[in-house]
């Protein structure tokens, strides 16, 4: 009958299951002529990994063999309803959803302690290379069946996936082939993907005002309302995690990079000495150390060394070291003595101190 094809067609894209329609419209087909010709009605039911069709007509009893692709059928009865069913199994085979949860969450604290949970597992990194793993490892199982997380690594606003997780690790491969072929949206708001056998849904990654990434997740059945809201709450918690890790990344990558330029280049080669040197700053790992030594040639076989400690650290300690270092070096190659070197030294610290800022 065109009314139950039309409304198989219907249900099989409501779940994401076109990839059995075919099975699932035969089946229908066959359980639909059966009937006697009394009033009937068609539901589709889903049990996570597999459909199930029943045809419910009221008829007595009458017997009929099993349907063609059914890995599971039968017939039950009350006292005047007679129904008739059939199921089929879903392409995939991995764990379901348990729901349960979800429906106590939206009106308890169950949500709330979910994603107190998640902030702290972010919040416990600052290698923005781990949070899309996180953010993954997180939303499967509980909320999806895969969550694929994309990212702007280069700030370009090009993203390229950065990490993939399946509640089935062996479809990994395959999952990551097909995610290839979807074009990811460009809008920073919530979207469907265009996949026949998943609902799949992408929230964006948006934080400061500024696109970071997108979190891709699917199911092979439709996501519940409230799985929907804890995702897009999810979301921004780890948009501003994966922000916080990134300006974290960069600060101490460019301290780092500050604080190689204010010690020697490399080792000089020094005929009838040896020296070793360990050097390790004080503080915390983003902060530039006020601390510095420097060995250098200023004549044939004339050798000076310096050694000296700045007050405090950061960038104002960072930018006397560097003063001081190359000044040290400059006054000792133009044949100032010792003490002469320290006083020049001194006055051009203090004349650095004292000049007005631009």
């Known amino acids: 009958m065109p009314e139950v094809k039309r409304f198989t067609r219907e249900v099989m894209t409501a779940w994401a299951a076109m990839s059995v329609y075919p099975e699932a419209e035969r089946l229908v087909r066959e359980l639909v002529a059966e009937a006697v010709g009394a009033p009937f009605e068609v539901v589709w039911l889903h049990h996570g990994e597999s459909i199930q069709v029943e045809v419910r007509e009221k008829t007595d009893g009458q017997d009929f063999g099993p349907p063609a692709d059914a890995v599971a059928w039968g017939v039950t009865f009350t006292s005047s309803l007679r129904t008739r069913w059939a199921r089929l199994e879903l392409p995939g085979g991995e764990p379901v959803q348990s729901d349960e949860w979800l429906l106590e969450a939206a009106h ?123 995702a897009e709450d999810l979301s921004r918690r780890a948009a501003l995690a994966l922000d916080n890790a990134r300006l974290y990344a960069q600060q101490a990558a460019a301290n780092r990079a500050l604080q190689r330029s204010l010690l020697p280049p490399d080792e000089p080669t020094t005929p009838g000495l040896d020296f070793h040197v360990i050097y390790e700053p004080a503080g915390e790992n983003n902060e530039v150390g006020g601390d510095f030594y420097d060995l250098f040639p200023i004549a044939e076989g004339v050798w000076r060394f310096a050694i ?51």
Not at 156 to 183: C, F, K, N, S
Not at 195 to 204: G, K, R, T, V
Not at 330 to 357: H, K
């Open 308 to 358: 000296g400690d700045v007050c405090g650290t950061g960038p104002e300690a960072a930018a006397v070291t560097g003063l001081a270092r190359h000044t040290l070096r400059l006054l000792a190659r133009e044949g100032y003595g010792v003490a002469a070197v320290v006083g020049r030294l001194n006055q051009a610290i203090l004349e650095e101190g004292s000049a007005p800022a631009s």
């Open 108 to 230: 308890g604290p169950g949500w709330l302690g979910f994603l107190a949970d998640a902030s702290d597992l972010l919040a416990g990194t600052l290698n923005p290379d781990m949070v899309p793993a996180i953010i993954a490892q997180i939303v499967v199982p509980r909320l999806a069946s895969w969550c694929a997380v994309y990212t702007d690594q280069d700030g370009l606003g090009e993203l390229r996936p950065a990490y993939l997780w399946h509640a089935d690790e062996t479809q990994i491969d395959v999952m990551r082939d097909e995610l290839e072929e979807i074009a990811l949206p460009a809008d920073d708001a919530p979207a469907v993907l265009p996949m026949s056998e998943w609902q799949a849904l992408a929230y964006p990654l948006t934080a400061r005002g500024r696109r970071l990434g997108v979190m891709c997740l699917g199911r092979r059945d439709r996501f519940p309302d409230e799985a929907m809201q804890i």
